[in-house]
């Protein structure tokens, strides 16, 4: 599959090493291709083109820009160019102003998420939250001693969230599907609890497992 992935940082070069690696192409998408001049999947058959050459480029497509950026990138990629196609949406909401006793601040409210905004403004693109739950260097086939991790996703489309959790797999990761949009006001806080371990006191390599 050719997969488009916006983003030059640090999930966008995670997820496309993994996609990479399992077996799919990947072009990253950005404002500055000159910002991955030295990315080293390029001689392993990665590919850099702007937003809406990689919208066009992607069968499956992977937001992985700032949050405060998600909406503008989207509308750069063209709307034309995602109608139809999956989205994972890895964005949180994450406002400019620092982190409270290392609790992250959100520029949404818990009556509407990031991934609710984008997907009621580009209603024919189907979007699954995915990946915004743990660090980048755990996104890919993940180790720990406790067991597979696991990612909560939602979205309001089943094929494409049944998509992403093909992925998932491949990943090394066991899916939990939180059902519609509305479930992201849920999901992407879980990156606020995720990183408080690493403000407080340093420890960034955990992952959320559901027991049951
Ligand atoms: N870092 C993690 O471990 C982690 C884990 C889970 C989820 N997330 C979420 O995943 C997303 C990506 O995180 P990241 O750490 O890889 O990178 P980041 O520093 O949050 O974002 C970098 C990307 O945002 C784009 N960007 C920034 N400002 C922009 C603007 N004004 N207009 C257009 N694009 C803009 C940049 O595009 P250009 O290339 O065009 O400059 C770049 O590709 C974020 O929403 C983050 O909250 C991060």
Redesign the pocket.
């Known amino acids: 599959m050719k997969v488009g992935i916006f983003?030059?940082?640090?999930?966008?070069k995670a997820l496309a090493a993994g996609f990479m690696e399992t077996g799919h192409a990947v072009m990253l998408g950005?404002?500055?291709p000159s910002?991955l001049e030295d990315w080293d999947w390029k001689n392993r058959g990665g590919i850099v083109g702007s937003l809406a050459e990689t919208a066009r480029f992607g069968e499956m497509l992977v937001l992985?820009?700032?949050?405060t950026?998600a909406l503008?990138?989207l509308r750069a990629a063209g709307i034309t160019n995602l109608a139809g196609k999956v989205v994972i949406d890895?964005?949180?909401p994450?406002a400019e102003s620092p982190p409270v006793n290392g609790v992250l601040r959100f520029f949404t409210t818990l009556e509407e998420s990031l991934l609710e905004r984008l997907q009621r403004e580009f209603p024919a693109a189907r979007l699954v939250k995915a990946?915004?739950s743990?660090?980048?260097a755990s996104m890919f086939r993940p180790k720990f001693k406790g067991g597979k991790p696991t990612m909560f996703i939602c979205g309001n489309d089943d094929a494409a969230k049944k998509a992403v959790t093909d992925i998932l797999d491949a990943f090394g990761w066991e899916t939990e599907d939180m059902g519609k949009m509305e479930a992201a006001r849920a999901i992407e806080p879980l990156?606020m609890l995720w990183c408080i371990p690493g403000f407080l006191r340093q420890e960034w390599t955990h992952a959320f497992k559901l027991l049951r």
């Not at 992985?64 to 949050?67: Q, R």
Request: aromatic fraction near 4%; charge should be positive; include cysteine.
């Open positions: 983003g030059s940082g640090a999930v966008a950005t404002r500055n910002k992985a820009v700032k949050g950026a503008e990138v890895t964005t949180n994450i990946f915004n743990v660090g980048n990156c």
